[in-house]
């Protein structure tokens, strides 16, 4: 069985200025997600190092550089799940941590609980010690231009996700080489939200699902939109029914942007080593490494190959 690593950097109309940045990224995590299946580790530990460094890079709408809630803060959501046992933990609102995915790995290990939120997600990362940092350092300059030049279209970006003001989100999924799926999702929302809005990414079977026995996703967009028709689930149940990845990802798409007017974009893997990643807006950052080599593209069909580096 070979190790299969899928990221995405967030699909969303990704401006010029930010396309190379955000192909670089999500190279850089996908190395890093397959480096650690390298080494033996889990498709669980492969996940949440390249969630990391999706969180640690400014580029993204997650950990450093996330986006900024009506009142100008961060608030951070995020999942992790396990395809072994079904266990995920999950975290929303939080505002001082620099890794969201690491607290909600943490709620998965260390509470009998699934998701904790805000005071409740910061106390608990207190009590097991997690390094806390102070919102403002997470904040970029340039997210801070936005919030401030877009302080009044919330609204607008309800209606109309697939624009550039919208920013979206990072996730992974992997299969390791015993056939054990993982995904994680992480994110600071929608620009503008509302104080206290959950989206769809720290929600289980919306922003992400593993199961060993049918595949792992991890999703983004219109966050609104993939609650309601809870996407990663529905992906996961047109694969159960014979649909091919592609094919099962594409279609959930479709019927989100038919049912509810959502635009998104998913990536998955099965736990033979198949793996897709789609999209309804006009881009979407993703990269892929599999025993061919590694796989990237930001525009829709497209799909460019590199050897990796070793
Ligand atoms: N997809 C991320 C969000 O809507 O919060």
Same mark, same amino acid.
């Given at each position: 069985?070979?190790?299969?690593?899928?990221?995405?950097?967030?699909?969303?109309?990704?401006?010029?200025?930010?396309?190379?940045?955000?192909?670089?990224?999500?190279?850089?995590?996908?190395?890093?997600?397959?480096?650690?299946?390298?080494?033996?580790?889990?498709?669980?530990?492969?996940?949440?190092?390249?969630?990391?460094?999706?969180?640690?890079?400014?580029?993204?709408?997650?950990?450093?550089?996330?986006?900024?809630?009506?009142?100008?803060?961060?608030?951070?959501?995020?999942?992790?799940?396990?395809?072994?046992?079904?266990?995920?933990?999950?975290?929303?609102?939080?505002?001082?941590?620099?890794?969201?995915?690491?607290?909600?790995?943490?709620?998965?290990?260390?509470?009998?609980?699934?998701?904790?939120?805000?005071?409740?997600?910061?106390?608990?990362?207190?009590?097991?010690?997690?390094?806390?940092?102070?919102?403002?350092?997470?904040?970029?300059?340039?997210?801070?231009?936005?919030?401030?030049?877009n302080?009044n279209f919330a609204t607008e970006v309800m209606e109309d996700?697939?624009c550039?003001w919208?920013?979206?989100?990072? =996730? &992974?999924? /992997? $299969?390791?080489?015993? #056939?054990?799926? %993982?995904?994680?999702?992480? *994110?600071?929302?929608?620009?503008n939200?509302?104080?206290?809005?959950?989206?769809?990414?720290?929600?289980?079977?919306?922003?992400?699902?593993?199961?060993?026995?049918?595949?792992?996703?991890?999703?983004?967009?219109?966050?609104?939109?993939?609650?309601?028709?809870?996407?990663?689930?529905?992906?996961?149940?047109?694969?159960?029914?014979?649909?091919?990845?592609?094919?099962?990802?594409?279609?959930?798409?479709?019927?989100?942007?038919?049912?509810?007017?959502?635009?998104? =974009? &998913?990536? /998955? $893997?099965?736990?033979? #080593?198949?793996? %897709?990643?789609?999209?309804? *807006?006009?881009?979407?950052?993703?990269?892929?490494?599999?025993?061919?080599?590694?796989?990237?593209?930001?525009?829709?069909?497209?799909?460019?190959?590199?050897?990796?580096?070793?």
């Open positions: 069985m070979s190790a299969v690593m899928v990221v995405h950097g967030g699909a969303w109309a990704i401006p010029h200025d930010l396309a190379e940045a955000s192909v670089d990224g999500v190279k850089v995590a996908a190395c890093e997600g397959f480096s650690v299946l390298q080494r033996g580790g889990s498709a669980l530990d492969a996940v949440e190092a390249a969630v990391r460094a999706l969180e640690d890079n400014t580029v993204f709408d997650a950990g450093h550089g996330a986006v900024l809630n009506a009142d100008g803060e961060v608030e951070l959501d995020a999942i992790i799940m396990d395809g072994r046992t079904l266990a995920s933990g999950a975290v929303s609102s939080v505002n001082n941590i620099a890794n969201p995915v690491s607290l909600a790995r943490a709620v998965m290990e260390k509470t009998a609980h699934v998701l904790l939120t805000s005071r409740g997600a910061n106390l608990f990362a207190e009590s097991i010690g997690m390094a806390t940092v102070p919102g403002d350092t997470l904040v970029t300059e340039n997210e801070r231009k936005a919030w401030r030049k302080k996700f697939n550039q919208a920013h979206d989100t990072v =996730g &992974a999924v /992997a $299969v390791d080489s015993a #056939g054990n799926v %993982a995904c994680a999702t992480s *994110t600071g929302g929608i620009r939200k509302m104080v206290g809005r959950v989206g769809d990414s720290s929600i289980i079977g919306a922003g992400g699902y593993a199961d060993n026995l049918i595949g792992a996703v991890s999703c983004t967009g219109h966050g609104e939109s993939i609650l309601k028709v809870t996407l990663a689930r529905l992906i996961l149940s047109h694969i159960e029914q014979g649909k091919s990845l592609a094919d099962a990802s594409q279609l959930s798409l479709q019927y989100m942007g038919d049912r509810v007017r959502g635009a998104g =974009g &998913a990536i /998955a $893997v099965s736990p033979s #080593g198949q793996w %897709a990643a789609t999209f309804t *807006t006009e881009r979407m950052a993703w990269s892929a490494v599999d025993h061919d080599g590694l796989w990237y593209g930001l525009d829709p069909n497209e799909r460019l190959k590199e050897q990796l580096s070793q």
